[in-house]
């Protein structure tokens, strides 16, 4: 069959698979589809910037057009990740540049871009089009003046959630005049002002821009200016939402709203007067997507804005929605896909809002497309868990934080294994969960037992012993990412489970009970991992072997161990199994 068609027509064919799985599957047929494969792969991402060689990528697959790198954990998110750590693009870039000259978008997270690194991109690509940094850090608005003034194709620049020191408001004017390829611009994480007069003179000369979405500093009574030069606009994040209360600023806005026929999505807020929510009204039928997680209005004006929406299929808001608001998106939204509710006060000591866990059994009752799920709250019962899991078996994700660590089912003071045991048992997609709480071994025994299709599983403040660890190792056959901290898991079930590690892309444990010697002797056994111990103490061997690391990372490489790793950092020796290194 491999060579029952011309080489044209399969590489024709590949080009419709857009799964990396389906490509992959397909490398592995036969050398000629390998390299069939290999030529015609526009495509890639990379989960772990240390996982790959920029040289190996190079040299397997030739031809990219998109590159798409993670750096930093995911719970460098949380700042578990010490500042310094690493994840740096430019070695990636240095060597791409050179490699692929046709090179058309690179997306990034968590990575440390530097000025030098955006500048080489901007004179490196000549049909340049989309640089997308999320959660990203290391450069600066000079950086970008770089891209802007020399990548001529740009359709994107999205900055999402990412670190950007601003030294000059003007970046913006460095697009040429005759710049009117963009179609999506995303400035919301920038602190300071921008040249508004530079960004409505982009703006107008862009047809075809379909998402804006723009910064804390820019004014609501400017925002009318930029909707009358882009009714065209799908998805739309405003900057602050504030302003004195003026019949002049409302109706500007109104009407300036009432001609966007095409938004689909909204998003920014800041600082919102509930007084000019009612301005946007005429497009709320049409809005599928809502983040309100930078609005801090009360439930009584998010109940009216959500009622508003009955398309609505993903929200994100702060649990200032409440109960309340839940129950009236649970009967106004009965497309809602995707909710995200995120802590007003988590560091508060109590609750400021009146949101519980009826709030998402109601939801999951009245919302039968639901299927994603991140929900902090300060209590949960095992009756809620068990009534969700019913309600909608359907989940992919479900990302529950109890705020407060370790909290019992807090009518019954029972752990909440059963809640979360019903959720696995009953939701046979799920491919990402998140939980904490009182748990104990019993609730990983359901998961391993349970979440055939897991791939993506996050545990904090919960079980017993390494038993519990061990269930997930040995029972999730699908598992691609364990996250853990402050969990008493440690060396005999690590050991134990070594070869499940290779099947992985990472591991994740801090504040666990894993020892120094274990850390070696699993670097020893399992040559293809690369275990790195994160700690900021002194040397870890320094102390017993037997005494726990702050941190350690286990990753799946094929590059072998990185070069560029700071002082707080420690992995094996490649020549000498019996010595560490550090650089």
């Known amino acids: 069959m491999a060579y029952s068609f011309p080489e044209e027509v399969l590489e024709h064919v590949f080009l419709f698979l857009s799964s990396d799985r389906d490509r992959n599957a397909v490398s592995l047929v036969c050398k000629s589809w390998y390299q069939i494969e290999r030529w015609c792969r526009r495509r890639i991402f990379v989960g772990n910037c240390y996982a790959v060689s920029p040289e190996i990528v190079i040299q397997r697959f030739p031809e990219l057009r998109l590159v798409e790198i993670k750096g930093k954990p995911h719970f460098a998110d949380f700042n578990l990740v010490p500042e310094g750590w690493g ?77 950007v020191e601003d030294l000059s408001g003007h970046w913006l004017s460095h697009f040429p005049c005759n710049s009117t390829s963009l179609v999506s611009l995303n400035i ?71 001609a966007c026929k095409q938004l689909k999505g909204l998003s920014g807020f800041w600082d919102v007067v509930p007084a000019y929510l009612p301005a946007m009204y005429s497009v709320c039928s049409g809005i599928t997507s809502l983040n309100l997680s930078y609005a801090t209005t009360q439930s009584s004006d998010l109940v009216k804005l959500v009622s508003q929406c009955p398309n609505l299929q993903r929200l994100w808001v702060l649990d200032y929605i409440e109960d309340i608001g839940l129950e009236a998106l649970a009967t106004s939204c009965k497309d809602l896909q995707e909710l995200r509710v995120f802590p007003s006060d988590p560091f508060g000591v ?108 996050s545990i904090a403040f919960a079980g017993d012993s390494d038993l519990g660890l061990h269930h997930v190792l040995s029972g999730c056959g699908s598992l691609r990412k364990l996250e853990i901290r402050d969990c008493p898991f440690g060396d005999e079930a690590l050991l134990a489970n070594a070869a499940k590690l290779e099947t992985m892309r ?57 070069v560029d790793m700071p002082d707080f950092v420690w992995t094996m020796d490649e020549e000498d199994s019996s010595s560490l290194r550090c650089s």
Request: proline share 5%.
């Open 506 to 562: 990472s591991l994740w444990m801090s504040t666990c009970s894993v020892s120094f010697g274990a850390c070696k002797m699993l670097a020893r056994k399992m040559q293809r991992l690369n275990v790195e111990v994160i700690d900021e103490r002194d040397p870890p061997e320094s102390r017993p072997e037997n005494c726990p690391v702050e941190r350690v990372y286990i990753y799946c490489t094929v590059a072998g161990r990185r």
């Open 87 to 163: 994840g740096h693009i430019y070695p990636w870039i240095v060597a791409m540049s050179e490699a692929y000259p046709f090179l058309e978008e690179i997306k990034l997270k968590r990575m440390v871009v530097t000025d030098e690194s955006l500048e080489l991109i901007s004179k490196s690509f000549k049909n340049f089009k989309a640089l997308v940094l999320s959660s990203c850090e290391g450069f600066t608005t000079d950086g970008l003046a770089s891209i802007a003034a020399n990548c001529r194709n740009l359709k994107e620049l999205d900055l999402r959630e990412s670190e």
């Open 188 to 258: 919301s994480c920038l602190d300071s002002e921008v040249s508004f007069s530079a960004l409505e003179r982009l703006v107008a000369r862009s047809p075809n821009l379909r998402t804006l979405r723009l910064n804390r500093a820019v004014p609501l009574e400017k925002l009318p200016n930029l909707l009358r030069r882009a009714p065209q606009l799908v998805e739309l994040g405003t900057g602050a939402y504030s302003a004195e209360i003026r019949s002049d600023i409302y109706s500007n806005l109104a009407e300036a709203f009432s």
């Open 350 to 457: 109590e609750a400021n809002v009146s949101l519980t866990e009826q709030g998402l059994v109601s939801v999951s009752e009245g919302c039968p497309k639901l299927h994603s799920v991140l929900y902090f709250c300060r209590q949960m019962t095992n009756a809620a868990l068990i009534a969700i899991a019913k309600n909608q078996p359907n989940f992919i994700i479900f990302r529950l934080c109890i705020i407060e660590p370790r909290a019992p089912d807090y009518l019954t003071l029972e752990p909440l294994d059963t809640g979360f045991g019903a959720i696995v048992e009953n939701c046979t997609q799920l491919r990402r969960l998140s939980l904490n709480g009182l748990l104990t071994d019993r609730v990983f025994k359901y998961i391993g037992t349970h979440a055939k299709k897991l791939e993506i599983l």
